[in-house]
């Protein structure tokens, strides 16, 4: 089992920035993937970044490349979102999510599907 806590969120102005945490309970945090999703009302939630065990390897979304940064602490046990020049359609609830099974060992997957373990969620609103 592993729990997850998201913390950060919160209301900021079109252009500003936020940066989310995630801590994670419950097994090795330093082996396995990690990731970042969001999900804006009405739509599906959808993958924004992913980090891998080692924090070697990251990927993103088209739609944050540039603007967001993932990153983790193995001895704080969390994971980072930092989000810069932030954008109305980047209001959505963001949930970090676990992959213990890693399908790759080193690259960590843009598939929801493949993270076992969710946190609750934190609200990110950007006004205009």
């Known amino acids: 089992q592993v729990q997850l806590v998201e913390s950060g969120g919160g209301l900021v102005q079109a252009g500003g920035s936020l940066r989310l945490s995630c801590a994670a309970s419950g097994r090795t945090f330093s082996r396995y993937h990690m990731g970042w999703f969001r999900q804006a009302p009405g739509k599906e939630r959808e993958f924004v970044a992913a980090?891998?065990?080692?924090?070697?390897?990251?990927r993103y979304a088209e739609s944050v490349k540039g603007r967001f940064t993932i990153s983790r602490d193995n001895v704080k046990n969390t994971v980072y979102l930092q989000m810069n020049s932030l954008k109305p359609e980047d209001t959505a609830v963001y949930y970090c999510?676990?992959?213990?099974?890693?399908?790759?060992?080193?690259?960590?997957?843009?598939?929801?599907?493949?993270?076992?373990?969710w946190g609750q969620g934190t609200q990110v609103t950007v006004s205009s």
């Open positions: 980090i891998s065990r080692s924090g070697d390897n990251t």
């Open positions: 999510a676990a992959d213990i099974e890693m399908t790759n060992l080193f690259i960590p997957s843009m598939t929801t599907s493949s993270y076992e373990y």
